[in-house]
């Protein structure tokens, strides 16, 4: 079963139960943690492996053959994202604003735009003890996550097949990047926090889901600082309640200096059952 946990904004704990739940489901099978927070991934802060690949990713994007241009202007009408602009004599490509469409390259009557790579991060394959966890990372100065994180997604289809459960760390948010890393799940796990700003972005999640068709229920973290409003939201709204993690000076004491939870904090591994528990029974949904 593949697994995203997001959330409506940054903060709320989408990584600290992205790298507990994966740590306590590898325990007892075949886990994967994917950091698809390709702009910031901080997941490796808490899961330490050793490196067993890594490979540089490249997007395709055009490239201008002076000599075989004509200045027909059929490039720059195509692109949807002003990448292509023809100024006089001169064809200027942005590659940061390219979507790699192949448009203006394969309409281009005299191939004057051939497609060339681009690298845009790395990717790194690690392993701890019974989990493998694959971390993406975005070059300096790069503007499109959604591109790596595609690329991230299709390496990890291609290396572990259906008996492994993937857990997707996501960016936060409602934009490109979280509807791209939550495209491939089967399940998505919305992080929030009982206070009027993580209310507010979990009901743009919500719909964000709804629009994308995809099955979700919610975790509570920080649970004690804030008001009901969620509870009373997910219950009005027949959302799965998964979970409810207590606001904690133990845990944020744990998470300062980079470890996992669940072994040493009783009501977070209280919650990971619970979470455990749901997952399984969505997973034989699933396989029927």
Request: glycine letters at 6%.
């Amino acid at each position: 079963m593949k697994v995203a946990i997001a959330s409506g904004k940054g903060g709320t704990g989408k990584t600290t139960l992205s790298t507990n739940l994966s740590a306590y489901l590898a325990e007892s099978e075949k886990t994967v943690l994917v950091d698809l927070d390709v702009e910031e991934p901080n997941s490796g802060l808490f899961i330490h492996g050793h490196l067993v690949h890594q490979e540089e990713v490249y997007k395709m994007v055009p490239e201008w053959v002076e000599d075989k241009c004509t200045f027909c202007g059929l490039c720059q009408q195509s692109c949807n994202f002003h990448a292509v602009i023809q100024l006089g004599p001169v064809i200027m490509v942005f590659p940061e604003l390219c979507h790699s469409c192949y448009a203006c390259s394969e309409l281009c009557p005299v191939e004057a735009l051939p497609m060339v790579q681009k690298k845009i991060g790395h990717l790194q394959q690690f392993r701890s003890e019974g989990l493998h966890f694959v971390e993406s990372r975005l070059d300096i100065g790069e503007e499109q996550a959604v591109p790596l994180i595609a690329s991230t997604l299709d390496f990890v289809n291609k290396q572990f097949d259906c008996d492994w459960t993937i857990i997707y760390d996501s960016p936060p948010g409602t934009s490109c990047p979280v509807i791209e890393a939550t495209s491939d799940a089967d399940f998505v796990i919305l992080v929030t926090e009982p206070t009027p700003f993580g209310f507010h972005d979990l009901k743009l999640a919500v719909d964000t889901m709804r629009q994308l068709g995809k099955s979700f229920g919610v975790v509570i973290n920080r649970h004690g600082i804030g008001n009901d409003e969620v509870e009373d939201y997910c219950h009005e709204e027949g959302i799965p309640l998964l979970a409810k993690i207590a606001n904690s000076r133990a845990i944020a004491e744990r998470y300062s200096v980079g470890k996992l939870l669940y072994k040493e904090v009783p009501e977070v591994l209280e919650a990971l059952i619970k979470i455990k528990h749901f997952l399984n029974t969505m997973a034989k949904e699933v396989a029927k």
